[in-house]
């Protein structure tokens, strides 16, 4: 079973910046994706960004050029997130995508991100 911990919300006025990190326990495949999504109030959940074991890596049209997420190892990951804006604030949640050698998702507990006017 795998296990996620985010750590390093919090509160910030427009224009901050927030680094979340992301550490996983527990079996990981080298085929797994980590990422983050976000959830706001009466908002879709988003897919934030992505980086596979390899680092590729995949953004959100609204963070690009703002975000940055990378990833130290295999059950690490981290998302920097720069020129905060309102619209940003929600809910974000680490993820693991797995495709092998069955289809599942893990996630994390959230972690709250709250960006002031």
């Known amino acids: 079973q795998v296990q996620l911990v985010e750590s390093g919300g919090g509160f910030v006025q427009a224009g901050g910046s927030l680094k979340l990190s992301c550490v996983a326990s527990g079996n990981m495949f080298s085929t797994d994706t980590m990422g983050w999504y976000r959830q706001a109030p009466e908002k879709q959940r988003e897919l934030v960004a992505s980086?596979?074991?390899?680092?590729?890596t995949t953004y959100a049209d609204s963070v690009k050029g703002r975000f940055t997420i990378s990833r130290d190892n295999a059950k690490n990951t981290n998302l920097q997130m720069n020129s905060l804006r309102p619209e940003d604030t929600a809910v974000y949640y680490c993820?693991?995508?797995?495709?092998?050698?069955?289809?599942?998702?893990?996630w994390g507990q959230g972690t709250q991100v709250t960006v002031s006017s």
């Open positions: 993820v693991i995508l797995r495709m092998w050698p069955a289809r599942r998702e893990y």
């Open positions: 980086i596979t074991r390899s680092g590729t």
